[in-house]
């Protein structure tokens, strides 16, 4: 019998690494940040490096939303194909999406370089591999945009995947510029970090209510105590869908499970991120502690009662699909978990204005 689950490993592996007051009385500052995940903690730490005076609030403690489930794979490319995106946006634009992606990873290992911030931070390669013959065609079309646009691509026949990464493809994309990091801890560091230099944060501190006809913006937290500010940031995650009556994104559950430490895996796996063409898709990626990760079984059903009975079916299905492309894998559960996740329809973010609510901003990574 199991008594608990649904913990997600960076959550046990870390535990609660900060904690901070829950807001007592009224206040002003100049902009609140809503949300203290890996969003809230990156738009934090960019305004306070403007010089901001900034406070934070979340109505958890830090990092307990998706930020602590999720499997932190750091890809330029985003679910929507480039070609598909192009064809939405314009390819300009598209492309300079895509690069906006790989400039972000690479900001991101900066950041965490210059303030030595803890977090497991690897650069890697990204495989992007067909999982039939069918797929291979449109996928080899969307090598040939990608390279066009110098993102740093080339093309893997798949005998050549099998040698190098151990795994059944029809071939795929190999990219120079992804990585993968513990983004639960990443952002409580750089919370901690920016409290040490004058931020203020309220966990355990919800949103309410909000004014912003007044000359100042007022909001409310749940016990009634006022925080006046000059501009209120989103950074509130998946549940931002609730406030936002435009119909920005479609959310699923999504399951992943870690092996358990030192297994046997091709070299060169252990430096690639690796996803496929499937539907719903497989991922995998090492740990910085020696675990193979993988994810996806994306379902948007969902029954709160089966929780526990679902992301066992899906652990094993997910496993059981990587046992099919990787035959030589000897892969022993040891953790697993599932959580929400967002997509928009062009798999972009949704960052800036809401026509809604005129005087606020909304940083909301949907699709990661
Ligand atoms: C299993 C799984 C795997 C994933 N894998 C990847 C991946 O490989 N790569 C990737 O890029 N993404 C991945 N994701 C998605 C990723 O988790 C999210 O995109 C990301 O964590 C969102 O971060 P966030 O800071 O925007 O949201 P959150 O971490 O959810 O933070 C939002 C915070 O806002 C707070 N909040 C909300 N409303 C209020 C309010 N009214 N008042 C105060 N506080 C409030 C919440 O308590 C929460 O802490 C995955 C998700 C899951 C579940």
């Given at each position: 019998m199991r008594l608990r689950t649904f913990e997600s490993f960076w959550l046990l592996k870390n535990g609660l690494l900060y904690t901070y007051p829950s807001i007592q009385k009224d206040i002003s500052t100049e902009i609140v940040v809503v949300g203290g995940g890996i969003t809230g903690a990156l738009t934090s730490h960019a305004l306070v490096e403007k010089g901001y005076k900034v406070t934070l609030i979340d109505k958890r403690d830090i990092g307990q939303g998706s930020s602590s489930a999720t499997t932190s794979m750091l890809q330029y490319e985003i679910d929507v194909p480039l070609s598909e995106l192009s064809t939405m946006i314009g390819a300009y634009a598209a492309a300079q999406c895509y690069k906006a992606g790989i400039e972000a990873i690479n900001k991101l290992g900066q950041l965490v370089k210059e303030n030595k911030i803890d977090c497991g931070f690897e650069k890697k390669e990204s495989l992007y591999i067909a999982h039939n013959e069918e797929a291979a065609q449109s996928l080899y079309e969307e090598f040939e945009i990608r390279n066009k646009c110098q993102l740093g691509v080339k093309w893997l026949k798949p005998e050549e995947i099998l040698k190098i990464y151990g795994l059944k493809s029809f071939g795929g994309i190999l990219s120079q510029t992804a990585a993968s990091v513990d983004a639960y801890k990443l952002a409580h560091e750089l919370i901690h970090y920016n409290v040490n230099r004058g931020m203020t944060v309220f966990d355990q501190t919800e949103l309410k209510d909000f004014d912003f006809s007044a000359e100042k913006t007022i909001i409310t937290s749940s016990e009634g105590h006022k925080i006046s500010c000059k501009k209120v940031i989103f950074?509130?995650?998946?549940?931002?869908t609730k406030m936002?009556?435009?119909?920005?994104a479609k959310l699923f559950y999504t399951y992943a499970c870690v092996s358990e430490k030192e297994i046997k895996i091709p070299k060169k796996l252990k430096n690639t991120l690796v996803w496929d063409t499937n539907e719903p898709y497989l991922y995998m990626r090492t740990t910085d502690d020696g675990r193979l990760l993988v994810g996806g079984e994306d379902s948007s059903v969902n029954f709160p009662f089966f929780q526990q009975q679902i992301k066992e079916s899906k652990t094993s299905k997910l496993i059981q699909t990587l046992e099919e492309i990787m035959p030589d894998i000897k892969f022993i559960e040891d953790f697993s978990w599932g959580g929400t996740f967002g997509s928009t329809k062009d798999g972009l973010p949704y960052i800036g204005k809401s026509p809604e609510f005129e005087h606020a901003l909304f940083v909301l990574s949907f699709g990661g």
């Open positions: 950074c509130s995650g998946f549940e931002s936002i009556k435009e119909d920005i």
